[in-house]
């Protein structure tokens, strides 16, 4: 082959693909190209909110009885489950309900120590406030078993 064919053959004088401006749409809009390079929207994580949350949460898996540790560590699973579900899958049950096996107590907060460390900022906040409504549950309910009734009014037979 001649220098001057091998010249006229060659793409050696196109700009590489990548330093090209983006073709627009022939319907008009955005450039396909450009839409296909869209980076997703980076979100701000506080981080001292996200370890305050984590920090709550453990400490209060010590506090909470055995059954509220179960409730817990279930709605740990169903925020996994939703985060990572394939949306076509048909992993999760159809009534959304999870199955914590039989643990002791010790072993509850163990697991939800372990889970608290990979918690997202979201599920951190809710977990947080469901703790929180438990919590209150529970010291409701204290405070009215601590306060004496009141005397009734009506005679004793």
């Known amino acids: ?9 060659s793409k050696s004088t196109d700009m ?3 330093f090209e401006p983006p073709r627009r749409n022939p319907a008009g809009g955005a450039p396909a190209e450009a839409r ?5 929207v980076r979100r701000v994580v506080n981080v001292r909110a996200l370890m305050r ?3 709550f949460i453990k400490i209060n898996a010590y506090l909470l009885p055995k059954l509220a540790k179960r409730r817990v560590v279930a709605m740990m699973e169903r925020l996994r489950r ?3 579900e394939v949306p076509r899958g048909g992993r999760a049950a159809p009534d959304g309900s999870v199955d914590v096996p039989e643990m002791t107590s010790a072993e509850l907060v163990r697991e939800i120590n372990w889970r608290v460390g990979t918690l997202p900022p979201d599920d951190a906040e809710i977990l ?7 919590t209150r549950w ?3 309910r204290r405070r009215r078993a601590e306060t004496p009734a009141a005397p009734s009014p009506l005679p004793r037979r």
């Open 53 to 55: 949350d984590r920090e």
């Open 82 to 84: 939703k985060r990572t």
């Open 138 to 140: 529970r010291t409701s």
């Open 36 to 40: 296909r390079r869209t980076q997703p």
């Open 128 to 134: 947080v406030r469901y703790i929180g409504r438990l």
């Open 16 to 18: 590489p693909r990548s």
């Open 1 to 9: 082959m001649s220098a001057g064919a091998a010249a006229a053959g």
